[in-house]
C-alpha cells in the first residue's frame, strides 16, 4: 500500500478510542481482542534514530517486552544493541519502572490500566536484511525495530509513521485503513517490510494477481519497463508451475545501490532485492535468478514451512534441518522458472548445473557433513572458520543439486509421471493450504513418495541425512546426460569465497604463503569492492573470468568494521571442473526425459515410454 502521510496524531486518537472503550464498555471492552498501536518516529535521519511509541492496552500489572534477537536471516544479530533508551508511563503522563530482564526484554511495571512505552534506537543497516533510516529514505524490516509485548504477540496491531518528510511516501504489503497499517498479529506484521522515500512505482497485474514495484534507485541505472516486463515472466511462469496464486496483491521492493549490495529477502506479500546499479545496467540476468528464487518462496518457506521454523522463537535461534529444502529446493525451482519463462535455455542451465555440481565436489566437507547439519549449523554462518571447506557444505548448493537429483530419481521411480513439481504442488495441497508445518526432512519424503507411489528412502539415507558421494551420472543417464571432469590451468586468486546467507561473497579461506596471503587478505573478510567496482552477487563469476597473473584489487571490509584495498598478483593452479555433457548416443526416451524434466513437467502417457534405470 502507498500513500502520502499527513501529520495526524494516530497515537493521540488510538488513546483516546481505547480509553473510552475501557470507561464505556469496561469489561465488554476488557474481553474484546485488544490492540496494540505502535507509532514511528522518523526522528532524525541524519543521526540515523528512529523513536517508537507502543500503547499497550490494559492488562496485567506486569508485562513483558521482547526485542528480537533475530529475524529472517538464520544468525542472531541482537538488535538490542541499537536501543539507546526505553522509558514507560501511564495515561495520565506518571512515569512507570521499565526493568531489564535480559539485553532484549524489558518488564513494565504497573500497567494494567495500559502503559505507554518509548523507545529510541539507531536504524543504519542497509540491504533486505536491514533496518535504515537516513536522509534519502528509510527501509525497516520492522522485527529490527519493533519489540512485541510478551503477552500480545498475536493481537491485532496498527502502525503509524510520523514526521514522515512532506515529499516521502510509504509502501509496504500491509492493509492500509486512514493514515495507518494493520496487521492481525506481530508474525505477520515483521513480515512485511516498508519502504519510505522518493520511490518510483510501477504497477502490473498477471495471472489474475496485482504486483506492485517499487524502485529506490537512480533512474538513469535501470529501465523500469523491462524489469516490469521480466517481472510478468517470472510471476506467469511460477504461479502456472505451482497452479496457484495464495494472494491478491504483492510486492517487489528493489534497491539498486551504486555502493556493494547483493541479496534478496523473501515475504509471504513481497519481497525486498538489492542488487548494485552496475549488475542492472548490464543486463537483467542477475535481477531475474534473484527475482525468481526470493518470488518462490512465498510458497517454499513462506507456506510450505517446515515444523521447525514454527513457532517462531524470536528469543534464540530456531534451528531446522530442512534449508537444504526451503533455501536449496528454492534454487532449484528458480532454474525451472527461468527455465519456463525462457529467461534460462537448456546449454545455459546445463552449463550452471556443472557450476552447482563443481562446487560441492570441490569442498571436501560434503563428505563429512550432510545436507542436514548444513542446514542445523546454518546459525555458525556468520564465523570464519565454519565457511571453510573442510567445515562446511552450502545448503543452498547441495540443496538444489538434491532437488535437481530428486526431480529424476522421481521420474525414473515412477516412468516420468512424478517430478518436483508435482511434489511441491502436493506439499502446497496437504500441507500449506491446510495450515500444517510439514515434517522436515520426512515431510519431504512423505510428499516425494505419495505423487510417485516408490520407496525413496534410500535417496534421503544417502544423500540428505548422508554424505555419500553422489553418483551423477546414474541420476542424469535417463535424460540422456553425463558428467565430465576436466582438468584446467586456471587462475588462482589464492582465497576461496563463500556467499553469506543471500548476501556478499565473504572469504572463506586464504591459501597459506598465497600472494593474497601477503597482501593481508584475511579469513571473515567481506569482499566490498572487486577491480574498482562495487561486488555484488556475481564476484564468483568476476573471480572466474581472471587469469593466472592478472592483478586483482580488492576492497575488503573486515569483521571489525574497517576497510582496506588490497592488491595482489594472481597466481595458476590445476583444478577439476565438472561439465555436464550429452552421452554419446542419446536415445529418442532420453531426449523425451530431458525435454520434459527442463520444462518442469510431469510425462504423459504417450511420451512417457519406458525409459528409467
Ligand atoms: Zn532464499
Known sequence: MIFSPNAIQRLTRALVCTALLALCYGPLARAAVPEVSYTVSLASPEQHLVEVQIMLPPGAGDRELQLPVWNALYQIR?????????????????????????????????????????????????????????????????????????????????????????????????????????????????????????????????????FRVIIDADPSDYDAQKIVAALHKIVASAISWMNDRPFDSYTFFYHFP??????????????????????????????????????????????????????????????????????????????????????????????????EITELERRPAHLTQSAEQSSLDAWLEGFGYYRRPERSISYYNKGELLGIMLDLAMRDSSHGHASLRELLQWMNLNDAKQGKFFDDSNGVRQAAEAVSHADLGWFFARYVAGTDEIPWDDFLRSAGLHVEAVTNTVADPGFLGSRNFDGPMAVAAVTPGSEADRAGLQVGDSIVELQGKPAGQDSRQQLSRLSPGDTLSVKVRSRRGGERELKWKVGARHEISYEVKNLDKVTPEQHTRRAAWLAGEAQTDSSAGSSGK
Open 78 to 210: 541482537d538488535f538490542s544493541q541499537y536501543v539507546n533508551w526505553v522509558r514507560a508511563k501511564d495515561r495520565s503522563g506518571k512515569p512507570l519502572e521499565v526493568l531489564e530482564i535480559n539485553p532484549s526484554r524489558w518488564q513494565v511495571k504497573g500497567a494494567a490500566d495500559g502503559a505507554i512505552v518509548e523507545y529510541q534506537i539507531y536504524e543504519d543497516s542497509p540491504g533486505p536484511f536491514g533496518a535504515q533510516l537516513n536522509p534519502h529514505h528509510a527501509f525497516f524490516n520492522l522485527a529490527q525495530l519493533l519489540m512485541y509485548a510478551v503477552d500480545a504477540r498475536e493481537v491485532p496491531l496498527s502502525l503509524h509513521f510520523s514526521r514522515v518528510p512532506s515529499d516521502w511516501s510509504i509502501a509496504t504489503p500491509l492493509s492500509s485503513q486512514d493514515d495507518s497499517f494493520h496487521a492481525d498479529n506481530y508474525d505477520r506484521l515483521v513480515d512485511s517490510p516498508v519502504e519510505i522515500g522518493k520511490f518510483q512505482e510501477s504497477d502490473f497485474d498477471e495471472a489474475g494477481g496485482h
Open 258 to 355: 551504486r555502493g556493494p549490495a547483493g541479496g534478496g529477502m523473501e515475504h509471504a506479500y513481497s519481497t525486498a532485492i538489492d542488487l548494485n546499479a552496475d549488475q542492472v545496467k548490464g543486463g537483467l540476468d542477475a535481477l531475474t535468478g534473484v527475482t525468481a528464487h526470493e518470488f518462490f518462496h512465498l510458497w517454499n518457506v513462506k507456506r510450505i514451512r517446515p515444523q521447525t521454523l514454527e513457532p517462531i522463537d524470536y528469543t534464540k535461534e530456531n534451528y531446522t534441518p530442512a534449508l537444504w529444502f526451503s533455501e536449496g529446493v528454492t534454487s532449484t525451482a528458480e532454474g525451472m522458472i527461468q527455465l519456463r519463462a525462457g529467461l534460462l535455455n537448456e546449454q545455459q542451465y546445463l552449463v550452471r548445473l556443472g557450476e
